[in-house]
């Protein structure tokens, strides 16, 4: 269900609360005004500290820098005037004991009038005591197709001209930005050539590695190597270029699902690094490289949260590469930690989102010593296929391992 039909439902319903969870402030006020048109053409006023109420002459400027005045006002409006109450920000006043309280009567009030409240923040953070009248909605990032049609716009009005194939590669690189963001990087590419140019692509790249150098978990890696850059390793490289199209549309018109991911397992010097980022490089997708020690944290509950913040960036930049590097090391001896089970959760969080996941995100993990891996990992379903290289059989039935003339095969996970 999109945003803009589960909204409207909520007004026709007459939920009092609304938290909305957005980084597009702008972007979601307008949805919301539209939602309140559809849900009977209801008047819309804004609050935000600085500047108190907005959106209607008369009451313009009232409860500045007083939230509780805020609250109060909604009470003074006629119980029958159909009206939406956006309030920014208004989550860091909920500790105040009376702002706390008063929300508890409004939702109160509100469930007999055709009023609603809408609380729009970056995060959730709603206390405990309000989370029983507090219907939490999320506000995503732009999907393809509103992208495509706001670049398109943006095209026009510059005069640039984009067609097919690059206007499709520049439509994926901007998925998991704002909209803001793609109007940013598209005025600096007709600010430089006086158009948009298939090569100012390179910008929307900048721009993610500049989104993901705030979160300090996942790291934008360059990656310039080719698939003829590895020596050997010929049942890979055929695997790769198969699959080379899986992430285009007409992939999708035919029914083809995402790839998943691959395990690369082998010694040391082998070229499973270099494969990542050869990977990404043929594709065409962004490469994410995540140290899983930068998940842990000392706090409790922090390792897990920071968990899904990753796998919420990663969703948010695909289609990309998300490459794991020695993950062995991470998950290895899970029995004989003491850390009251933080690397179990972590793990758990981190494996169902790899069966479940549904967004392109090719997971690409590598490891020295497939045995230290928990055998939920190797699972099928958690990967495509798992590429062992780097180890020959001797007459004597014992094995060795080559770095020189490195060899691989697929092995399907199982149990």
């Known amino acids: 269900m999109s945003f803009t039909t589960e909204l409207t439902l909520c007004l026709r319903a007459r939920y009092p609360i609304i938290y909305v969870t957005t980084q597009e402030e702008e972007r979601a006020e307008q949805a919301i005004a539209d939602c309140a048109k559809q849900a009977g053409n209801r008047g819309v006023y804004f609050w935000d500290f600085v500047d108190g109420y907005q959106g209607n002459p008369t009451d313009a400027g009232i409860a500045r820098r007083n939230p509780l005045q805020a609250l109060e006002h909604i009470e003074k409006l006629p119980s029958t005037t159909a009206t939406v109450f956006v309030l920014r920000d208004f989550q860091k006043f909920w500790e105040d004991i009376g702002v706390s309280r008063k929300l508890r009567q409004l939702a109160r009030q509100l469930k007999a009038q055709p009023k609603n409240l809408i609380f729009l923040a970056p995060q959730v953070s709603v206390p405990e005591e309000l989370s029983e009248v507090v219907t939490v909605l999320t506000f995503d990032l732009p999907d393809k197709a509103t992208i495509r049609a706001e670049v398109e716009r943006l095209l026009n009005a510059s005069g640039s001209t984009l067609q097919g194939r690059e206007l499709d590669e520049l439509t994926r690189s901007c998925q998991g930005l704002s909209i803001e963001r793609i109007r940013r990087i598209m005025a600096r590419g007709i600010a430089t050539h006086g158009r948009f140019q298939a090569s100012d692509i390179e910008l ?96 409790v509950g922090e390792s897990e949260s920071r968990t899904r913040q990753m796998i919420q960036i990663a969703e948010a930049l695909a289609p990309c590469v998300l490459w794991i590097d020695e993950i062995d090391k991470a998950f290895a001896g899970l029995d004989s930690r003491g850390d009251s089970g933080t690397t179990s959760r972590v793990l758990g969080t981190f494996i169902t ?26 699972r099928r379903g958690r990967f495509d296929d798992i590429f062992l290289w780097g180890c020959r059989p001797k007459k004597s039935g014992r094995q060795f391992c080559s770095a020189s003339v490195p060899t691989a095969r697929s092995q399907s996970p199982s149990l």
């Open 204 to 299: 929307v790249l900048e721009e993610k590695r500049q989104t993901i150098r705030q979160t300090q978990i996942l790291e934008f890696y360059p990656a310039k190597e080719r698939i003829s850059d590895i020596g050997g390793l010929d049942n890979l490289k055929d695997w790769l270029l198969r699959r080379g199209n899986a992430f285009s549309d007409q992939a999708r018109q035919y029914g083809l699902p995402h790839p998943r991911g691959l395990l690369l397992v082998g010694i040391q010097g082998t070229g499973k690094s270099l494969t990542a980022k050869a990977i990404a490089h043929h594709w065409h997708l962004p490469l994410l490289r995540l140290d899983v020690g930068r998940l842990f944290a000392g706090l």
């Open 353 to 378: 989102w790899l069966a479940e996941k549904t967004s392109p995100v090719f997971v690409v993990s590598t490891a020295n010593n497939i045995q230290a891996l928990p055998p939920e990992m190797l």
